[in-house]
Nanobody
């Protein structure tokens, strides 16, 4: 089980950009970004497979968000462009699950979260 630390959240206006980072204390085989808005369930945003770089995105962020990795730094990034008010949420990084990528209950490691707020 690795330790995960997220950073890069903040407040932006509609249409703005942010880049989140998730640094791990060791290697992982899958890293996923989730988000959770108040009163809503935690939802998968994007996943990247460490060894292959294969990525999957939620429909709500396709074309706007990009997940990437720097394996030498054990760090995964989430570049978020064209931000919308509905992107406002706490964003969490999670690592290593053998279940479907967007099911949060199966992940072994979680970061503390970083808040993203998009205002109009």
């Amino acid at each position: 089980q690795v330790q995960l630390v997220e950073s890069g959240g903040g407040s932006v206006q509609v249409g703005g950009s942010l880049r989140l980072s998730c640094e791990a204390s060791g290697s992982t085989y899958r890293r996923t970004w989730f988000r959770q808005a108040p009163g809503k369930e935690r939802e998968g945003v994007a996943v990247i497979v460490t060894r292959t770089g294969f990525t999957v995105y939620a429909d709500s962020v396709k074309g706007r968000f990009t997940i990437s990795q720097d394996n030498a730094k054990n760090t995964v990034y989430l570049q978020m462009n064209s931000l919308k008010p509905e992107d406002t949420a706490m964003y969490y990084c999670a690592a290593d699950s053998i279940a479907r990528w967007d099911l949060p209950n199966y992940y072994k490691s979680w970061g503390q979260g970083t808040q993203v707020t998009v205002s109009s």
